[in-house]
């Protein structure tokens, strides 16, 4: 079956380190995101990459960096410099349509929760 | 600031009833939106997506219907099911910031039997 795998499900951190999470897709998918979620809101965009070796900053980038080494990886570390980080984070991979403005609909992963004390 | 937002943050219907979800839009430039559904505990999960030169589109139980005219979106779910009970987004497709996804807040969805 192909998906979007994140892992692990659950994360917990101490204040101060830096969190590495995983996502893996096997739909061969150019392009992949981070989102971010929070109790009772909308998904808000992290990161985002439509091509290995490049990524470009969505709409809350600062306090996480990422990598896109190859094309079904794209992991999402969370360092001691975002302030809040304890959230429900979602990885989406999706086909890079033509015009580029009609991107596939975006697939999610099962998310990880990360709480940080 | 510009933003896709619901009308109702919950939405309680009865088993078998159809269920209408609302969703504004405020981006003209946006050319495709779609619908997701959120379990507990889960990512979203494709629902339908319309493009914008469509005012309707028909999946299995679901219509999607698209009135540009006042940047309006909705989702109707037929013969609503305990399984429909989920939070739903929509999301639009800003054509013209290279095609970024904007999700709203979301619409709790309670189905009673």
């Known amino acids: 079956d192909g998906g979007i795998t994140q892992s692990p499900k659950y994360l917990f951190r101490k204040e101060g380190q830096n969190v590495t999470l995983s996502c893996e897709q096997n739909l061969n998918h150019d392009a992949m995101y981070w989102y971010r979620q929070d109790p009772g809101q909308g998904l808000r965009l992290i990161y985002y990459?439509?091509?290995?070796?490049?990524?470009q900053k969505g709409d809350i980038a600062e306090g996480y960096s990422v990598s896109r080494e190859k094309k079904e990886s794209f992991p999402l570390t969370v360092t001691s410099a975002q302030k809040n980080p304890t959230a429900f984070y979602l990885c989406?991979?999706?086909?890079?349509?033509?015009?580029?403005?009609?991107?596939?609909?975006?697939?999610f992963g099962n998310g990880t929760r990360l709480t940080v004390t | 600031g510009e933003s896709v937002g619901l009308h109702l943050p919950t939405l309680s219907v009865q088993e078998g009833d159809n269920s209408i979800i609302n969703c504004a839009y405020s981006n003209s430039a946006s050319d495709y939106f779609i619908w997701y559904k959120q379990e507990s505990g889960k990512g979203p999960q494709f629902i339908i997506d319309i493009r914008s030169n469509m005012d309707k589109r028909q999946g299995q139980r679901v219509t999607v219907l698209l009135n540009k005219t006042v940047k309006h979106l909705s989702l109707q779910i037929a013969a609503t099911q305990p399984g429909d009970s989920a939070v739903y987004f929509c999301?639009?497709?800003?054509?013209?910031?290279?095609?970024?996804?904007?999700f709203g807040q979301g619409t709790e969805l309670s189905v009673k039997p």
């Open positions: 990459s439509q091509i290995v070796n490049d990524f």
């Open positions: 989406a991979s999706s086909l890079i349509g033509q015009p580029s403005s009609y991107n596939s609909p975006l697939h």
């Open positions: 999301a639009e497709n800003r054509g013209n910031q290279g095609g970024k996804l904007i």
